[in-house]
């Protein structure tokens, strides 16, 4: 009977995460991407639209490893955070 490791926060909390972007207007791209990080099929991408003089966001978010990728604003002036703190970003506390 060996103790389970606890899941990683973006597994835990998978349905919690999907749920939170979606309340705040992000939408999720039908399609998975190769994540650069982990070279698995799973990462999803999320674009929220910005009114008008606002920028957008959009977020890379890998459901394998947890590596997340954030741009915000358009065009050229967009900038990029990488590593980005999804777990932190959406206010979902680690287990612990
Ligand atoms: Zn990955």
Known sequence: MGKKPPL?????HAALVKKKMKDRGFKMADRVQIC???GEYAEETWSLKGGQGLGGRDICACMN????????GQGAARLLEEPFDLIGF???APRG
């Open 8 to 12: 990683p926060p973006w597994l835990e």
């Open 36 to 38: 650069t990080h982990c």
């Open 65 to 72: 490893c947890g590596w997340a990728r954030s741009w915000r």
């Open 90 to 92: 959406l206010g979902i």
